[in-house]
């Protein structure tokens, strides 16, 4: 069987102010198989939340795909036609969104908002749509879902109003959960309570989950496996236990550091000491380079290919592996 999301050396830019086009994606590749839970880690501006977008192409309007391939159970998503991508989207793969604008309506009701993707796919209106939002509601743990579906998005805390939209991404039976960032605007004590309700959504639906954060350790209580972004590329994919144990990747390593120095409470913001290139302004050279404690000569003249490491990890650095690029 294919892994259920799989995205190649995918490359996406956007217009560049004074014409042309400026790369901000430029060698994501990341392999889900059904079933699993995959994290996507990586500072902000790394790429996580383009990469999620881009497995339902959703990517913004004035982005282009210029490079890469993007699969959803083997099916292509880029040349797929909005038809079908309509189904995929809520149908095969629920979302929780990043960005407000894609959050609650906050003039409708939740149970209206709850039960969207059930009306488009599955066709669920009237009273089976009322008795659905119910189920739901409760399934995210709500404990008066009736109250919840009758209220407007301001109403509910911050805590209600992520498990209302967790509901949403699973009214249409979704195979694949995607979370981005779901948990960055909650205090520690309801971030804890997301990510286990998370946790029992998964198990109790077979879901397939790819969890994006910043946060290594958060992401570390959920899943089995980690990619780890960095400037617009994978740097490297590994089991969770191999990665926290043995992390390869000198970024990864800089990440679980820092994560020790800011205690294990999810929610801070662990720091690197540098700062994440622009997007597109890269150089030749490893993306890392100019942040990395081990950089040489070689590192600053070609970029490292992401290579096999042993252990079904895949790493790019040229400490981890001896294979370059071709081309550079
Ligand atoms: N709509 C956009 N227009 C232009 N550039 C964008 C847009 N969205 C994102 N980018 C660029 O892509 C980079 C990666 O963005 P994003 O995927 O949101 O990162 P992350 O989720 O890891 O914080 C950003 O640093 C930004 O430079
Ligand atoms: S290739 Fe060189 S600069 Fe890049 S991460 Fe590895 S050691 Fe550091
Ligand atoms: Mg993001």
Known sequence: MPPIIE??????????????????????TLAVE??????????????????ALATVRLLPQTARVVGGSVRLGGEDVLGAEEKRLCE?????????????????????????????AARLHLGVRG??????AGRLLAEVGLDEPDRVAHAYPHQLSGGERQRVLLASALAAGPRVLIADE??????????QRLVELIR???????????????????????VERVTVLYAG??????????????????????????????????GLFPTVPGAVPRAGEWGTGCRFAPRCPHAWERCRGAR???????????VRCFLASDEEEPGG
């Not at 190649?8 to 217009?15: D, I, K, Q, T, Y």
């Not at 490292?304 to 895949?314: C, M, Q, S």
């Open 34 to 51: 059904a079933g699993e839970a995959m994290g996507l880690v990586g500072e902000s501006g790394c790429g996580k939340s383009l990469t």
């Open 88 to 116: 995929l989207r809520g149908g095969v793969v629920g979302f929780v969104f990043q960005e407000p604008s894609r959050a609650l309506n906050p003039v409708r009701s939740v149970g209206s908002q709850v039960t969207e």
């Open 7 to 28: 995205v190649e050396g995918l490359v996406v830019a956007f217009p560049k102010p004074g014409g042309g086009m400026r790369a901000v994606l430029d060698g994501v």
């Open 182 to 191: 779901p948990t960055s605007a909650l205090d520690t004590v309801s971030q």
């Open 233 to 266: 590329e994978t740097v490297e994919v590994a089991g969770r236990d191999a990665l926290f144990a043995d992390p390869r990747h000198p970024y990864t390593q800089a990440l679980l550091q820092a994560r020790l120095e800011s205690g294990d409470a999810p």
């Open 304 to 314: 490292p290919a992401l290579a096999p490491a042993g252990d079904g990890r895949t």
């Open 200 to 222: 029992r959504l998964r198990e109790s639906r077979g879901l397939t989950l790819l969890f994006v954060s910043h946060d290594l350790a958060l992401v570390g209580r959920l």
């Open 127 to 132: 009273a089976a749509a009322t008795a659905l």
